[in-house]
């Protein structure tokens, strides 16, 4: 009985999987020559986090896959692209490529770079492109990657590159003129006619984690199946065919999520190099675009643009904006909202894991800080230091379980895991509605005087101020107390700390308050928007 009944289970699965594809238009009838042509690309490439593209090509092959600055580029050219510099690649390199390290920005020298690494077998290295020059060489030797694909704005930081990596092959993805040596569109042009190589088996895609509090780590995950895609289809409304801006850093592993999403959804990818928030709202007005990928100081900095720039963009094509990779301000997600629609989707995941849980329009009226509901095929647990499971409302460690595992750390390390549930590292809550509230990171909690502080409570008290455009709270070693808080803050007009202390006392517990309040014109984060707390200015004893 318990055979059939499993078996009974697993089919209701697949068929609500096949009604979500379907209708997402992920998966269409098609003519029996199309189901060939995917056939023949997976026995040729296999199936991978990439392979998308090249079922796109097939579906659609003179569909236009990816817009830029540039220009557009159809399906079977970024094939036909991708073949031909994996062929140059391997020239330039003298034989096989074991791994391609990628600074780029978000232009078609990023797909066709990544793209042509896992056809030849290389693992794709995505590089942050705010990584300083030894942070680059830290990462590259370490991941064992000797040839880089980068931007030209990027050469003076591979100075220690060159001084640590024997044999390296340089090979620039965009230009603004014309350079001496390698380049992608050169390796294009030199083996466009070359027979395209396809390896025993595909590279992976290397996705570093943000490395905010510490060196970032090279994360392994194998390719989500039907499931897990459909579990986000079914919580953010994509349609197969469409269009979508991608503006979130693609090298990042939101941004990259998107790429392959969009790709796997035969949807239009538009990007550009730079992100600019009106020339953002430009792009999906102009292109009639339905999708818009952000990461959440993205939508911050459009909501902080002039009215009278926000009245000239409508938006009205828009069925979903997608935001993911850190704590979004509850006035910019309500401000969106209220002037285009309730579109805003925020997404809690992790590089490891991938998509956790998703906040809909709905719930993000309800709750702007919500990290939202679980998708279908994720189960999430808070749990205390025992590992036992905390009732609704209780603060703990959040740990989840997927449909797509965690092959580990390149450097050979793991997460950690109760049963088959992997502990996040990040601390929060569910509500007795199975709401999800993510409270900060479970390193970022400190002992001040014996008493438990979580940074981002504070955040959210003083970002509740209308002087207050932006702010970070971080722990300081203090003598007396063992911690102290300390509040960094980007105002809107001059204020004085005694009015913020006294706005977060009528609030929070005194102790609570931050010891200091220290102002600047701008918090310092990284190209995914996420605050490096190493880089704010000490604070005096």
């Given amino acids: 009985m318990q055979v059939v009944r499993r078996l009974w289970v697993a089919l209701m699965e697949q068929l609500w999987v096949g009604k979500v594809l379907f209708g997402s238009r992920m998966m269409t009838l098609m003519r029996p020559d199309k189901y060939v042509g995917f056939v023949k690309v997976i026995r040729t490439q296999g199936t991978h986090s990439t392979s998308g593209f090249a079922l796109a090509a097939v579906r659609a092959p003179n569909g236009i896959g990816i817009v ?79 040839v880089i694909v980068y931007d030209e704005e990027f050469d003076g930081v591979l ?48 996705l570093l984690t943000s490395g905010t509090t510490g060196s970032p780590k090279g994360a392994q995950r194998s390719g989500g199946g039907p499931d897990e895609l459909a579990g986000m289809l079914e919580a953010i409304p994509w349609r197969g065919g469409q269009k979508t801006v991608v503006a979130a850093p693609m090298f990042h592993a939101w941004g990259f999520g998107q790429l392959v999403i969009a790709a796997t959804m035969t949807c239009t990818a538009i990007m550009r190099r730079r992100f600019d928030p009106e020339a953002t709202l430009a792009l999906v007005d102009e292109h009639d675009a339905t999708g818009l990928s952000v990461v959440p100081v993205m939508l911050e900095r459009i909501m902080d643009l002039p009215a009278d720039v926000l009245d000239r963009y409508s938006l009205d094509t828009l069925r979903f904006v997608s935001a993911s990779g850190s704590r979004m301000r509850p006035d910019s997600v309500i401000a969106f909202m209220d002037r285009f629609g309730d579109v805003v989707h925020n997404s809690y995941n992790a590089t490891e894991v991938g998509q956790i849980s998703v906040a809909r329009p709905a719930d993000l009226r309800i709750a702007p800080d919500t990290a939202g509901r679980a998708v279908r095929g994720s189960l999430v647990r808070i749990v205390d230091d025992e590992d036992a499971d905390l009732a609704a409302g209780e603060v703990g460690r959040i740990a989840v379980r997927g449909t797509s595992p965690f092959d580990g750390y390149t450097s050979g390390a793991s997460k950690d895991f109760i049963g088959d549930y992997m502990v996040t590292g990040d601390v929060g809550r569910l509500d007795s509605t199975g709401l999800l509230f993510v409270i900060g990171r479970d390193d970022d909690m400190i002992v001040s005087g014996g008493e438990n502080v979580y940074p981002i409570e504070v955040e959210k008290a003083l970002g509740a101020h209308d002087a207050v455009r932006e702010v970070v709270v971080v722990g300081v070693p203090d003598e007396a107390f063992g911690q102290r808080l300390a509040a960094y803050v980007v105002p809107n007009f001059e204020v004085d700390a005694a009015t913020l202390k006294d706005h977060v006392r009528s609030m929070l517990a005194g102790y609570k308050v931050p010891r200091e309040v220290v102002f600047l014109d701008e918090l310092p984060r990284n190209a995914s928007g996420k605050v490096m707390a190493r880089e704010l200015p000490a604070v005096t004893s």
């Avoid at 100075?159 to 050169?186: I, M, Q, S």
Wanted: hydrophobic letters at 45%; zero cysteines; a negative charge.
């Fill in 68 to 146: 830029d600055e540039r220009g557009s580029l159809t399906w079977t050219e970024i094939q036909q692209r991708a073949g031909a510099l994996g062929a140059g690649l391997i020239a330039a390199n003298g034989g096989p490529v074991e791994s391609v390290a990628i600074l780029a920005r978000n232009h078609r020298g990023f797909v066709d770079a990544l793209l042509a690494s896992t056809r030849i077998g290389a693992h794709a290295l995505l590089l942050n492109t705010g990584f300083s020059g030894p942070q680059l060489a830290e990462v590259m030797e370490r991941e064992g990657a000797r």
């Fill in 159 to 206: 100075t220690d590159v060159r001084g640590r990596v024997d044999g390296l092959v340089e090979v620039l993805a965009w230009t603004d003129g014309d350079v001496d040596g390698l380049t992608v569109d050169g390796l294009i042009g030199e083996h466009l006619r070359t027979p395209a190589p396809h390896a025993s088996a595909p590279g992976r895609v290397v």
